[in-house]
C-alpha cells in the first residue's frame, strides 16, 4: 500500500539537524514527493524489515519474500509504458 492510500491522523514535529532535512527534500524533490510524503515513506522503508504483530502476508501472494515496493512498481510502469508507446508510435 503507497502511503499517500492510507488515511493520516497523527502529527509528529521532529527537530533534525539542516543538513538531513536537504537531503530528505533532494530526495522528495527527485522522486516527486511532498516532504512529508517522503517521510513517511523513508520510515516505512527502514521499518519493514521488523515484522508487524498480527500481520499476514499481502492476500497470501508473497508469502516467503519481501512485498514488491513502490519503486518495483514504478521501473514496471516505466517498461509497460515504454512497450505501449513504441507499439502506437
Known amino acids: 500500500m503507497h502511503c499517500s492510500d492510507i488515511m493520516k ?3 509528529v514535529t521532529v527537530r533534525l539537524p539542516t543538513t ?3 537531503r530528505i527534500e533532494a530526495r522528495a524533490t527527485r ?3 511532498s516532504l512529508s510524503a517522503q517521510v513517511v515513506w523513508e520510515l516505512e522503508r527502514a521499518l519493514a524489515a521488523e515484522p508487524v504483530k498480527g500481520a499476514r502476508p499481502a492476500l497470501g501472494m508473497f508469502p516467503e519474500g ?3 515496493t513502490e519503486r518495483d512498481f514504478a521501473e514496471v510502469r516505466t517498461l ?3 512497450k505501449l508507446a ?3 508510435g
Do not use: I
Request: positive net charge.
Open 31 to 33: 522522486e516527486r514527493r
Open 20 to 22: 538531513l532535512k536537504r
Open 80 to 82: 509497460l509504458w515504454g
Open 86 to 88: 513504441r507499439r502506437h
Open 66 to 68: 519481501p512485498l514488491p
Open 9 to 11: 491522523e497523527a502529527v
